[in-house]
């Protein structure tokens, strides 16, 4: 299973336990920071960190381009 899926067990109303899992998709804070200074913090399913960073400051236009990445 992929490390930001996580199976879990249903727990039906009434509180009687299920012998099934669902699959649920994991979140984790990513915290953006630009020069030692904090952007933003965003939750965001684990994996494609820098694409997630990269695209954040874009569409926020504090990246012009891709040239301006080290």
Known sequence: MRPNIL??????????DATELDLVAVEEPLQIRLN???IAITMRTPGDDRELAVGFLF?????GSLAEIA
């Open 59 to 63: 569409t926020e236009g504090i990246l």
């Open 7 to 16: 199976a879990v067990p249903i727990r039906k109303a009434g509180g009687a």
């Open 36 to 38: 030692g200074r904090n």
